[in-house]
């Protein structure tokens, strides 16, 4: 099947990198596949990323520059056409599309979101007023009404066979150029700016000895800290920036930290697949709407308090207290095994892309 993708990249790394995921998964399948997007040097930074298990499908993927209109109408005669987050086709693009003797498949990809209001859309289609195109709303989610999450056939392989080899473990923190002490809780760190981290930072300075990995953003959010929340020259607690990482070795560091801090909706999928106890920082929206978004998905994710607290407290930007914090590393064990079941419900239903290949082929 040739199949082309539409991404804006409108703020952060997560539109490309799951666009590039997406593509990805659908060329390893056999498909051939274009991504057109209109961010460039983000895309080129997911893909530069080094890493020891980088494959040979990345150079499979026909990557070319969105400008709304040029390369688009040039590739009239794929099979299916699958517009992510809303970010439309493009001008002229539907009628060339509408004028083919045989009209493509549209997909339109949406946003993750627990919300009820996704499960209503899903699968429901809309007609261009113009030129008649047929689009279907292929709406992502949690449970089995919903269109699934992305997830590669061996990524939850690839999870429970890292867990268990502590020596790859060690070779690829060393890779990364951390050292941790073995007793070290690590703890990874992939937040927006706005971000409150004090109450973290003074909750590790009295236990033993932490690491905290900081991923791209986590560095603006760590200036705004007090100074006299970081950790000094005395205290067990270090503090490391990490270069980009790519996809796949991005996966295997959630996978063997203790704590995830992760944001937006990529790093909050991956995190979920890795099964181990994490913080998600929704995307901040106008009124809110980010918090009703989190309430949903707490409603059906089976964790222990104090976690939850600590989710409605961070993502309204509320100081957390050193307190919870404290409640919640003490909790780490109960809230690693209900991340552990919920792994265990989310892979009993069928992935993203396997369910949108099953649409176009009922469609």
Not at 106 to 117: F, K, Q, R, V, Y
């Amino acid at each position: 099947m040739r199949i082309t993708i539409f991404c804006k990249v409108i703020d952060n790394l997560g539109d490309a990198g799951i666009g590039w995921r997406l593509a990805r998964q659908l060329a390893a399948g056999g498909h051939r596949v274009c991504l057109l997007i209109d961010d460039l040097n983000t895309l080129h930074r997911l893909r530069q990323a080094p890493s020891a298990l980088a494959s040979s499908v990345d150079d499979e993927i026909d990557v070319q520059p969105w400008r709304e209109r040029s390369d688009v109408l040039a590739r009239a005669g794929d099979d299916l056409w699958l517009e992510t987050f809303a970010c439309g086709y493009g001008e002229g693009t539907l009628e060339a599309l509408a004028q083919q003797a045989v009209r493509p498949r549209l997909i339109h990809i949406d946003h993750l979101s627990a919300e009820d209001w996704a499960r209503a859309c899903h699968r429901q289609t809309s007609i261009h007023p113009a030129t008649g195109l047929r689009q279907t709303y292929h709406m992502p989610g949690f449970t089995a009404d919903r269109g699934g999450l992305l997830r590669e056939p061996e990524l939850l392989a690839l999870h429970q066979d890292w867990r268990q080899d502590r020596e790859q473990q060690q070779r690829f923190l060393q890779a990364c150029g951390v050292h941790p002490d073995p007793a070290a809780l690590l703890i990874t760190v992939f937040c927006y700016p706005q971000a409150l981290l004090d109450d973290l930072l003074l909750s590790l300075r009295e236990r033993p000895a932490h690491v905290l990995l900081l991923g791209p953003g986590a560095d603006a959010a760590l200036a705004a800290v007090p100074a006299g929340s970081l950790p000094t020259s005395t205290q067990p607690c270090r503090i490391q920036s990490l270069d980009l990482l790519h996809h796949r070795d991005y996966d295997r560091l959630l996978g063997l930290a203790d704590f995830n801090i992760v944001r937006g909706e990529d790093s909050w999928v991956r995190a979920q697949w890795a099964a181990r106890p994490l913080l998600w920082q929704a995307y901040l929206q106008d009124g809110q709407a980010h918090l009703d978004k989190l309430e949903a998905w707490l409603r059906l994710h089976p964790m222990p308090e104090p976690l939850p607290s600590l989710h409605r407290r961070f993502n309204a930007g509320l100081a957390v207290g050193v307190e919870l914090w404290t409640q919640v590393w003490s909790a780490l064990p109960a809230i690693a095994a209900s991340c552990q079941h919920w792994r265990e419900q989310l892979a009993a239903q069928e992935d993203l892309v396997s369910q949108l290949l099953r649409q176009t082929d009922d469609a």
